[in-house]
């Protein structure tokens, strides 16, 4: 079904061209955030428009991407409803049982990748991991690259003098001792683990000098690497920044991902405004 309000469509087509941008720069958990901004404008019941297909896939992806498997899940399941009228040859169950395989699901995702490869006839199959092809031997493989010994170090020295001169609230300094520790990774930077936490160590500097505007920035950045969505300082302290930028509701959906991974403890020495806040808005 075709959305007839021509302001939905606009709105959604400005969102989608705002994306191409965040996509193309490769800021995937900006990109992201758009893209349920435009699934959040689709009329109800949102799954019954061409659209939501198309949504659901490319969020299901970027989750995926950003290594947010929980999210992934959740939006794999959402387009197995979209659109239902569209031919299908092996998609939907192709992301979703990518999704049960990256959150250890193994029975399901066989299940999944199975009619996904009966539908399609492998075809979903061509330029895909190949350990997707491994669930119907029960195997797995994952590889991991590592950063050059000498550059690890470099990282590791600058990162120990920044964390010395933040204790002693020289943020200035030490925002300059990681950035130059950030410029040592190899391109492209967010794929590397050490840009989640380099990034929110910037963030964390910038947070400190009452700059939210560029500390969110940088923990937008720090969720592009790996399994970064799963760091609850992260979550936290952009969610923090949001609040102090007025952008209530995005500052919600982080403070309580916060909440989520690691509970009330999280919460323990930061200012009891922002633990208030998340307490008015959702039952904990």
């Known amino acids: 079904m075709e959305i007839r309000d021509q302001k939905i469509i606009a709105a959604i087509e400005a969102i ?30 949102k799954t019954s428009y061409d659209d939501s297909f198309h949504l659901a896939l490319s969020i299901a992806e970027t989750y995926l991407e950003l290594k947010d498997f929980p999210a992934m899940l959740r939006w794999a399941k959402t387009l197995q409803q979209c659109d239902l ?31 996904a490869m009966q539908k399609s006839g492998g075809r979903v199959f061509e330029g895909a991991d190949e350990k997707y092809l491994h669930v119907f031997q029960g195997l797995a493989s994952v590889v991991e ?22 204790d002693e609230e020289n943020y200035d300094a030490a925002l300059a001792k990681f950035t130059e520790a950030l410029q040592l990774l190899p391109e492209p930077k967010h794929e590397w683990e050490a840009s989640t936490w380099l990034n929110a160590s910037i ?20 969720l592009n690497g790996p399994d970064a969505q799963a760091v609850g300082f992260v979550q936290l302290r952009l969610g923090e920044c949001l609040y ?41």
């Open 85 to 115: 009228e569209r031919a299908d040859d092996g998609d939907r169950e192709f992301m979703l049982g990518k999704a049960f395989y990256e959150n250890g699901s193994m029975t399901e995702a066989e299940q999944y990748l199975n009619i």
């Open 244 to 284: 102090e930028l007025k952008q209530e509701e995005q500052a919600l959906e982080h403070l309580l991902r916060a909440y989520m991974l690691e509970g009330a403890e999280i919460f323990t020495e930061e200012d009891p405004r922002y633990l208030d806040f998340l307490k008015a808005r959702v039952e904990l």
């Open 16 to 45: 989608w061209q705002e994306s191409e941008v965040l996509f193309e720069n490769n800021d995937l958990a900006r990109y992201a955030q758009k893209l349920e901004e435009a699934w959040d404008l689709l009329p109800s019941p």
């Open 145 to 166: 690259e590592s950063l050059p010994d000498e550059v690890y170090e470099k990282i590791e020295t600058l990162s120990e003098e920044g964390n010395v001169l933040a």
């Open 203 to 222: 963030g964390d500097m910038l947070f400190f000098k009452a700059d939210y505007s560029a500390a969110a920035n940088s923990f937008f950045d720090a």
